[in-house]
């Protein structure tokens, strides 16, 4: 039986999956999930926000995860709690996020042609 650091460390490579359709880049390097939480009763919590509090695919966002957890891992329940505190802010993507940027929805750069931040990357 794994321990709880192992599930959630499951959950958050399955979270990986789930993909920001906005963004092209999935949730978890986007840095959209804030905490993961198992209770002794067998809840998995995803906290959480979402790029902008008007976001149109919030609920296939969060939508996705649930079914997603509850489809790997059906002997939990599954809760997702959406926060709006701390904001989202592009500088929460991580290295492999922007990996994926570079590569991706901001096609392809050169070394050299980086922006100097990630926001230049959705505002330059």
């Keep these: 039986m794994k321990n709880e650091s192992e ?3 499951q959950v958050h490579e399955l979270l990986k999956q ?3 359709p906005e963004i092209g880049v999935n949730i978890v390097d986007l840095g959209l999930v ?3 939480s198992l209770s002794e009763d ?15 695919m919030s609920n296939t966002i969060t939508n996705n995860v649930t079914q997603l957890l ?8 599954v ?11 592009p500088e929460m993507i ?13 096609g392809n750069k050169k070394q050299d042609e980086k922006p100097t931040s990630i926001w230049d990357r959705f505002f330059n």
Aim: proline fraction near 7%; charge should be negative.
């Design 70 to 77: 509850n489809h790997h891992l059906p002997e939990y329940s």
């Design 79 to 89: 809760k997702v709690n959406l926060v709006w505190f701390p904001a989202w802010e």
């Design 42 to 56: 067998k809840e998995i919590k995803v906290t959480m926000t979402l790029t902008t509090p008007g976001c149109p």
């Design 34 to 36: 804030y905490e993961l």
């Design 7 to 9: 599930i959630l460390q």
């Design 94 to 106: 991580t290295e492999e996020g922007q990996r994926q940027l570079d590569g991706g929805f901001f």
């Design 18 to 20: 789930i993909i920001d």
